[in-house]
Every structure is written in C-alpha cells, then in structure tokens.
C-alpha cells in the first residue's frame, strides 16, 4: 500500500512538472509599449564611394508578458536605400516578432548609397522603422549622409574659419559659431541645412558672395520630387543671431525655402529666415549688414528682429507666410533700396500678417509689453503685396518712436501712418512690377517706382546694373 502511494505521488509530480513546463504564457494582447535603444540611427561615415555600413538597434518589451510585434518594416519599404535584419529575419517588412519579458531583440541595418558627381541624391538620407504592437506603431528615424560634403552634426565652432569652397557644407541638429569667433564664407561655398537645423551665430558671420557666385543657403534636400520638383518653404530653420553677436555682413547671399520653427533644447525657434535679438554688446555697430541679397519662400518671417540692429541695402525680401520685416521692441535699422514684397502663394498664405511692421514694443500679454526705442530710416525702397494694408507702425506712449522715410512707395489704404516722417513718398500707387507671379520684380515700363528714388550714394542694383543719379525705388533699376 506504501508502495502503491509512493508511486501515485511520484507520477503526479512528474505530471505537474511536464504540464507547467508545456504552459506557455499568453501574448499581451492589449496595450503595452515598446522602447528603442536609440532615439535616432545614424550611420555617421560620409560614403564617398559604393559601400555598406551596418548599425544596430534594440526593440525592448518593459512588460512582465511577452509581446507579439504584428510587424517591423521599414517606410520606405522595398524603394528604401536602408536594408533590416529583424532578429534573424531578413526584410523590409517582417511579421510576428515574439520578444520575451523584459528582454529584447536586435534590428540590424544597413545603407547603400553610390553617391556620383553631380548626383541628385540628398545629401541626407531618410527613413522610419516602425514596430506595430497591438495596433499602436513605434517609430525610430534613420539618418544616413548621402554624399561627400563637410557635415557639421551637432557642432559647436570654437575657432576662426574660412570655409573651403571644393565640396558643400551640411548642417544637421544645428551649427553654432562661438562668441568672439568669425566665420567666413566665401564666393563658390554652397550651404545645405536639414530640416530640423539652423545656424546659430553668437560670434561673427562673414559672406562673401558675389554677383556671379552669390552663397546659397538652402534645404539639403536635393531631389525634388519630395517637393513637387519646386522649392517649398520651410524646408529649414533659418539664421539666429544672438545677443552677443555683432558686425556681421551678409554680402551677395541667397536665402531660400526657409522658416522652419525648430528647437534648441526645451526652446523653440519662431518661424524666421532670419532673426536679430536684442542689441547690447556694440550699439554703435550694427548687429547685421545686409547687401545684395535675397531671401525668399519663407513660411515664416524674412526677417524678425527684437531690438536689433540692422543695416540693408539693394536686398529683395519676398513671398513670406509673416512679414518681410518685422521689427518689435524697438531697435535700430537703416533700410536703402530694398524691396519689400509677398502676394502668397499656393503654399505661403498671405492673409493677415503685413509685409512690413515696425514697433516700439513687444506685447507680452493683453496687459504688458516690453519696450525698445525705434529709430527707423528708410529710403528708395518699396512695401508692397496683395493685403489693403501692407505697411504698418505703432508706438507706445513714451518710448521713443522715430521713423522717417525717403522717396519710398507703400501700401496703406487709410495712407502713410500716424507718426511717420515721408518725404517725397507714394502711397498706395500700383508698382507694376515686371512679373509678380514669377517672383520677377523689376520695374515694367510705366511703373512709378522708375527714377523715383533720390541718389544716395549707390552705384548698382542687386543685378549689378549701375545706378545714375536719378535712381530708381526698389532693388532693381528699370
């Protein structure tokens, strides 16, 4: 009887242990999260040449239950230049990806790019994985250079510079020059700047673009399908110049399909080709000088300046989502045969804000504003768009409000504002620009901005075509 006792107890442990050993534990079939090891993939070699380069990455299940991925691809799919390996399973797209409690599996990546002289491939390559658990998709971004170029990553410049002009400079997470340090860009560099970056200047920025070789800066980006084979604004952030820079010159530049609101930390950038800010280190020299240049296709402001300083003269500022100049809190600007100019577009709307808004304060709230002395001329210079009303001023009582214009033609339906000093100005006269829909703003024939300016001192236009002594208004002689 013992016996037969001892055997029953025996069997029956040997059977519990076979059945919890066979038991497996159910999926999460709801909810749950994954992790990434990583919050971006980056291959960081420049691929001069044809070749691979494999990263990896870990997919983490934090749950006490093991998880069943319904899929981890790729968005590009089979047309990505980015190739996955899933924990053993080879594809773009892979299905039923078990992952254990509290473990985790490996994805290995890898690149191709045959960058060739003259390519149209970006200069930064792109795509997304994407792990589906539950129905809920998490997503990594990959990041690859596609080209041979100088890539500033992240990147802080401590030293005096002169950039070389034999490959172009990429600009990714941002490029900051360091106060006290001066960078030169010289005629032939050509800049690309990505998506979510800007060029940050504390110290001194020099651009020495000519007529025949202006500097470009531009989205990095270079197939443009992505865009609808056109330039789109917003394609980057734009040019930040700090407080503590100063005596910077932008000569000779192109600043396009700019505007992009992008951060720096916990701050976020206001939509801006460029953007001054508040003005204390040399107030006897200016911030920025400005020659000869465009910017243009902004979603945001041309420029934005709180309490700058800035000097302007046969620059052409055009098609921006906000203004082409918006200068709050005051500062000091001296403006010369500029135009000033947005109709919209199909992609820059042009609704409300006004091409031109110049203020002696920032209002903060519905019930204070920070104030700044405005001391304002403009001269030989034209404020127009397809708004009733495209060139505004205000001033708060007591703070100093100065602004004086000089054969210039604006647009404002009640006429040139309160406050304002115009001599020898027009108001609201059609400029028949030569093709406004083609971003063609010379003066056509009839148009009141030919020999409409006074003569001060500036020999060309931004063509180069020479001025005479009877100038026209605007950027371009006729």
Not at 60 to 83: A, H, I, M, T, W
Not at 355 to 360: D, K
Request: with cysteine; aromatic share 10%.
């Amino acid at each position: 009887m013992k016996k037969d006792l001892a055997y029953l107890l025996l069997v029956s442990t040997f059977l519990a242990v076979v059945v919890t050993g066979c038991r497996k534990e159910r999926f999460l079939d709801t909810g749950g999260e994954l992790r990434f090891s990583l919050d971006t993939l980056t291959f960081d070699t420049v691929f001069t040449s044809l070749g691979s380069f494999t990263a990896s990455v870990k997919i983490y299940n934090p749950q006490n239950q093991p998880v069943k991925l319904s899929s981890v691809r790729l968005d590009g799919g089979d047309e990505s230049q980015f190739n996955i390996n899933v924990n053993g399973h080879k594809g773009n797209f892979v299905k039923d990806i078990e992952i254990a409690p509290k473990d985790s599996i490996y994805v290995f990546a890898t690149v191709n790019i045959d960058p060739r002289p003259n390519d149209i491939k970006p200069f930064v390559v792109q795509d997304r994985l994407i792990a589906t658990l539950n129905g809920k998709e998490y997503t990594l971004p990959f990041l690859a250079f596609g080209q041979n170029a100088y890539y500033l990553v992240d990147s802080l410049i401590t030293s005096d510079q002169v950039w070389n002009t034999d490959k172009p400079y990429v600009i990714i997470h941002n490029a900051a020059i360091d106060e006290n340090v001066t960078v030169t860009i010289p005629a032939g560099c050509r800049i690309y700047v990505h998506g979510d970056s800007r060029l940050l200047v504390l110290g001194k920025l020099l651009v020495n673009g000519t007529k025949q070789d202006s500097v470009v800066f531009q989205g990095d980006r270079l197939d443009r399908k992505y865009f609808g084979n056109e330039g789109y604004p917003g394609e980057w952030g734009g040019i930040y110049f700090f407080p503590q820079s100063s005596g910077s010159i932008i000569n000779y530049a192109v600043i396009k399909n700019v505007g992009n609101s992008t951060r720096l930390g916990e701050g976020v950038f206001t939509p801006a080709a460029i953007q001054l800010n508040y003005d204390t280190i040399k107030p006897d020299e200016a911030q920025l000088t400005l020659r000869n240049t465009i910017i243009e296709n902004s979603i945001g402001h041309g420029i934005l300046s709180f309490y700058g300083s800035l000097i302007m003269e046969n620059c052409l500022i055009n098609t921006c989502g906000a203004s082409c100049l918006a200068a709050v809190q005051g500062g000091f600007y001296l403006i010369d045969n500029c135009t000033f100019v947005t109709y919209g577009t199909g992609k820059v709307s042009h609704v409300d804000n006004p091409v031109m808004g110049l203020l002696n304060y920032f209002k903060v709230s519905e019930t204070s504003y920070l104030g700044g002395a405005l001391q304002v001329l403009m001269r030989n210079s034209v404020v127009w768009g397809s708004l009733e009303t495209e060139f505004i001023t205000d001033g708060a009582e007591g703070i100093p409000f100065e602004v004086t214009l000089e054969n210039c033609l604006v647009k404002n339906k009640d006429g040139m504002p309160q406050g304002v000093t115009a001599t020898n100005c027009k108001v609201n006269e059609e400029p028949k620009f030569k093709n406004y829909t083609n971003w063609d703003y010379h003066p056509s024939e009839g148009s009141p901005l030919i020999n409409g300016g006074k003569d001060i001192g500036l020999i060309t236009d931004l063509d180069g075509k020479a001025r005479d002594n009877q100038p026209d208004i605007g950027c371009y002689e006729y």
